[in-house]
Nanobody, 114 residues
Framework: QVQLVESGGRLVQAGGSLRLSCAASGSNFAFNAMGWYRQAPGKQRELVAIKTYGGTTTYADSVKGRFTVSRDDARDMVYLQMNSLKPEDTATYYC????????WGQGTPVTVSS
């Protein structure tokens, strides 16, 4: 059974940086896509960044130039480097992986104070 476990979320000041990590377990094959979504209070879950096995990346317009998604398939890890954080980045960040079906982590909270 595939499990995704996020870590790294915490309180950070605006302008600061944070790195989220996600460890995947239970899969014998590489995921087609891995990445991150987020959900702010009272809002719908939205795509943050995705990276395919082939290396194609997709970013939300709101994070382009500030966030970088990377993956280490040998270790079944995906990361999100977040720089120049803004209060509007405050949300619970969910790890995402897809191979035939979609998998989700439990989420890690990120709070950016102004």
């Amino acid at each position: 059974q595939v499990q995704l476990v996020e870590s790294g979320g915490r309180l950070v000041q605006a302008g600061g940086s944070l790195r989220l990590s996600c460890a995947a377990s239970g899969s014998n094959f590489a995921f087609n896509a891995m990445g991150w979504y987020r959900q702010a209070p009272g809002k719908q879950r939205e795509l943050v960044a995705i990276k395919t096995y082939g290396g194609t990346t997709t970013y939300a317009d709101s994070v382009k130039g500030r966030f970088t998604v990377s993956r280490d398939d040998a270790r079944d890890m995906v990361y999100l480097q977040m720089n120049s954080l803004k209060p509007e980045d405050t949300a619970t960040y969910y790890c995402y992986a897809q191979r035939i079906i979609e998998y989700w982590g439990q989420g890690t909270p990120v709070t950016v104070s102004s």
